[in-house]
């Protein structure tokens, strides 16, 4: 078995914090709408905002009220914080941190700056974007692009403790953010890309000491799952479900990475993520010893487990056997809404397949799961009869299967494309319409996988890409969606001219904002999507809408700079159509109306 580095804390210099249950911390510091305390605005990573101040009568007023530019060129994932008069921001490789004073225009307070080897920067899969620190017991939360997670004092920048979380030179990489909950910081590991064996892990959060991990694929207790207790679909999982799943060792390098959102919900004791693609691209690789396919197990799965212990309450797996890059990383949305007319307390997760699922999130019952874009071909829909053997199981339209097509087979028009109908970029959920607003792709591609070797470190991918629009649609490449969760149906639509990649944010004026690829803020009624406002910022919007008040006047915020998987032949100066794993031909046109670029903009009325 592959060895993964499991290092315990090192750093334990600077006077520690008085530590609270960071639980009852975060719980307090994100019940305050005044602050914006962790990346996803809550546990239940509703962004949703209660502050009105700004509502959808004045919205049209509001000005640029100061920037800030980050020194970093490449793409700016995630959004700042504010905890009383700080801001924190953060920066792609090398993961600066900022903290910057409100009451002084964003004077900068402290600056942290990670020595980090660049040789890490080609193991990043698609950019070396980061979505963003955490705040929790007097503390700042970093991990960083080398895996190195990093406690800071809040107040002065200095490091509490740090520990290595993984291995670059094995293709282990970060991208994403944390998740403070109770005593411990859970964080996850990217890399699917270049046959990681992906993992979750927590760590103290007073020291860093390692205290569980658990796999995406693997041996039960590697996984950290309860044969006869962890159950899916409401049956128990059974033994070796993994194992089984897979031809040989081949689980060792399988993929199933944890790069997305984490969400929790404290009645419960339950957090909630999603793993990613099965290592490698080509299915042909993949399959089992008769040739069929097979269904890898825990990849594209979502996962609820408990935050002390690591054990999975309860698995579901989206795209068993997956053949298009359908990672299943994006965010959990936590939300109590009627479906079938019932009050249910559902997970709402808008995937890459195309699909938007609502599940019970307390026993993992499958409600809702339909299309959130039209054009989504690769499947007839979910089989949603319990008493079926293929309940929970999409139905896979032959045509579109890169598998049956075959190794070396160029399959097109494969409808969405492997950055899927939605990437990481999170969606809102507002108690005031019951309504989800979905930044969305729409994008399809043609895919032709080929034989590649596993070698450490090095890209275990094995397809070509190209991505173009959706044909017979509008033209464009991404809506903006307003999604009924508990029909699975979509409520409004508006187009855009490229995907929109920029988190959604909705707040109690009853106004939606979000960022487009050409840099474009824009406010949205909550109602019918109507155009309220818009504002061109410095570079493309890749970074997540956030708000806040100072002096008693509500703020809205945004990072600007282009770059990320859409954004990657910008960030990165590429031009092959087919590199950035397809990506660069895609979004050329990009180059037409932005520039690099990381700048914080910041809004208020007048």
Avoid at 50 to 63: A, F, T, W, Y
Avoid at 247 to 261: L, V
Avoid at 355 to 383: C, H, I, M
Avoid at 554 to 572: D, E, K, N, P, T
Wanted: neutral net charge; contains cysteine; hydrophobic residues 35%.
């Amino acid at each position: 078995m592959r060895k993964l580095i499991q290092s315990a804390a090192l750093l334990t210099t600077v006077a520690f914090p008085v530590l609270s249950l960071a639980n009852s911390d975060v719980i307090k510091q994100t019940s305050d709408p005044n602050q914006w305390a962790i990346q996803t605005g809550d546990y239940a990573n509703t962004r949703y905002s209660k502050l009105d101040q700004i509502n959808r009568d004045n919205v049209k007023n509001l000005k640029v009220s100061w920037t800030f530019s980050t020194g970093v060129l490449r793409g700016h994932e995630g959004a700042p914080l504010v905890i009383g008069n700080t801001m924190y921001v953060h920066t792609p490789f090398p993961n600066i941190v900022y903290a910057l004073d409100l009451n002084q225009d964003g004077k900068i307070l402290w600056k942290y700056e990670p020595k980090q080897d660049p040789s890490v920067i080609p193991v990043m899969c698609c950019d070396t974007v980061y979505r963003g620190v955490a705040y929790a017991d007097g503390m700042i939360f970093l991990h960083q692009a080398d895996t190195t997670v990093v406690a800071l004092d809040a107040k002065t920048g200095k490091e509490i403790w740090k520990v290595v979380n993984g291995d670059p030179k094995k293709g282990e990489t970060n991208t994403a953010t944390v998740l403070p909950v109770k005593d411990k910081l859970i964080v996850g590991i990217s890399g699917a890309e270049f046959g990681v064996r992906g993992h979750v892990t927590a760590y103290d959060m007073k020291t860093g000491k390692q205290l569980w991990r658990a796999y995406s694929t693997g041996p039960d207790s590697e996984m950290m799952i309860d044969p006869e207790k962890t159950t899916s679909l409401g049956k128990p999982v059974g033994k070796d479900s993994s194992l089984k799943t897979w031809t040989g060792d081949q689980w060792k390098i399988g993929g199933g990475s944890s790069w997305g959102w984490y969400s929790y919900d404290p009645e419960t004791n339950l957090f909630f993520y999603g793993t990613a693609n099965p290592s490698t691209w080509n299915p042909t690789q993949r399959a089992g010893a008769d040739g069929k396919p097979i269904d890898q197990k825990w990849t594209m799965s979502i996962f609820a487990r408990d935050a002390d212990t690591g054990i999975a309450k309860w698995a579901y797996q989206m795209t068993p056997f997956d053949e298009w890059d359908y990672d299943g990383v994006n965010e959990m949305i936590l939300a109590d809404i009627p479906v079938g007319g019932q009050p249910r307390k559902a997970l709402v997760h808008f995937d890459r397949n195309g699909l938007g699922y609502t599940l019970d999130r307390v026993t993992g019952e499958l409600l809702v799961a339909q299309k959130f874009d039209p054009k989504v071909n690769w499947t007839t829909g979910v089989v949603m009869d319990k008493n079926s053997p293929q309940y929970g199981r999409p139905q896979v339209v032959s045509a579109m299967s890169t598998f049956q097509n075959g190794q070396d087979k160029n399959t097109k028009g494969v409808c969405p494309a492997a950055l899927g109908s939605k990437d990481q970029q999170p969606a809102a959920y507002s108690p005031r319409t019951g309504l989800f607003y979905v930044p969305t792709n729409h994008v399809c591609m043609d895919y032709e996988p080929f034989r590649v070797s596993y070698t450490a470190g090095q890209p275990y991918v094995g397809a070509t890409l190209s991505m173009y629009p959706a044909p017979g649609s509008h033209g464009g490449m991404g809506n903006f969606v307003a999604w009924d969760a508990g029909q699975g149906k979509i409520v409004w639509s508006v187009p855009e001219q490229f995907s929109v990649w920029s988190g959604a944010l909705a707040t109690a004026g009853g106004v939606v904002f979000y960022g487009t690829l050409e840099g474009y803020l824009k406010a949205v009624d909550e109602k019918d999507g109507k155009e309220l406002f818009k504002f061109k910022t410095p570079s493309g919007i890749i970074g997540n809408v956030m708000t806040y008040t100072h002096n008693g006047k509500q703020q809205v915020a945004v990072l600007s700079g282009i770059g990320g998987w859409a954004g990657i032949g910008l960030a990165a100066g590429l031009t092959n159509p087919t590199d950035g794993l397809g990506a660069v031909g895609g979004y050329a046109a990009l180059r037409d109306y932005t520039a690099l670029g990381g700048v914080l903009t910041v809004f208020t009325l007048p």
